[in-house]
């Protein structure tokens, strides 16, 4: 299972997941993903689709497999939170780090609900993705609000101007972006998430252990993802085991902490143990 890295790791993340489409059997349903990609993107899977079940040749492969199935059952547990949240009364959905997320178009939910939804990423992020939506729909729809914001030094609270409301129970979600960032920059966040969840809200997140972080022999093919995201200008920059998170978000006044490593979102949908626990997991807080 080789794969041909994109030069910025949401649009990995986002590739890994239009790889996902060309396969016999797929777990995660997006007919969406593509819109952000070029014909040629599109004709390279087909007459080339990832052999996802095909057993790794080198340390290198295996941690591309690892990053593969990690993706796909993140984002599947993040539309099952959604969707149990906004079934338990959630009408906004704040999704930090959005990248080219399509849950907006793919959730059903969503849309029958009327939940608002707030996209935040980067400026460059922001402006791919709304001339992309442009050129698939004409208009950016209604509900959906894209929001330019860097969260290392932007005041995150912009979003009031889109018309998010604090005292409504809503749905954040952010993945795939706290270990890029420095512990202060992630405790302003998590701060400021707390501060603004009402009650019946729900915050999903991941985070990663600190062995994704530096060079080791513990995970597989960990020491050229590192070169690979020094490379490209993305490192790596916090790690913490998940009952250092826990004791952390309880200090901070969080309640109802659950936190899945990697293999428990395994089992939870492909009913296996597979996958190791020492690298990547998922927090959900509820309020």
């Known amino acids: ?144 609000s894209l929001i330019s914001l860097d969260l290392n030094r932007d005041n995150l609270n912009r979003i009031f101007e889109y018309g998010f409301e604090s005292k409504v129970p809503t749905i954040y979600v952010w993945q795939g972006v706290s270990y890029y960032l420095e512990r202060d920059s992630i405790s302003k966040v998590l701060d400021y998430i707390k501060l603004q969840m009402a009650p019946g809200s729900v915050f999903v997140f991941d985070c990663c252990s600190p062995l994704m972080t530096f060079k080791n022999d513990r995970i597989p093919g960990i020491n050229i993802n590192i070169e690979h995201l020094a490379k490209i200008g993305e490192p790596y920059r916090f790690g913490m085991y998940g009952d250092e998170m826990e004791e952390w978000l309880k200090e901070k006044g969080f309640n109802e902490i659950e936190i899945l490593q990697f293999n428990d979102l395994e089992e939870m949908f492909c009913e296996k143990r597979t996958f190791p626990a020492n690298m990547w997991y998922i927090v959900t807080v509820r309020a």
């Open 1 to 144: 299972m080789a794969i041909e890295w994109k030069n910025k790791t949401n649009k990995g993340a986002a590739f890994l997941k239009l790889a996902h489409q060309y396969q016999s059997d797929i777990l995660l349903e997006d007919r969406y993903i593509r819109w952000f990609f070029d014909e040629s993107d599109l004709e390279f899977l087909k007459q080339n689709p990832l052999n996802a079940i095909a057993q790794p040749q080198d340390d290198e492969e295996h941690f591309q497999h690892l990053a593969y199935w990690y993706i796909i059952l993140r984002e599947k547990y993040g539309d099952r939170a959604i969707e149990a949240s906004i079934s338990a009364g959630c009408k906004q959905l704040i999704l930090l780090g959005s990248g080219y997320d399509t849950r907006f178009f793919r959730l059903s939910t969503i849309k029958e609900n009327s939940v608002k939804t707030f996209e935040i990423d980067l400026p460059e992020t922001i402006e791919e993705k709304q001339k992309c939506l442009r050129s698939k729909l004409g208009v950016i729809p209604r509900d959906l």
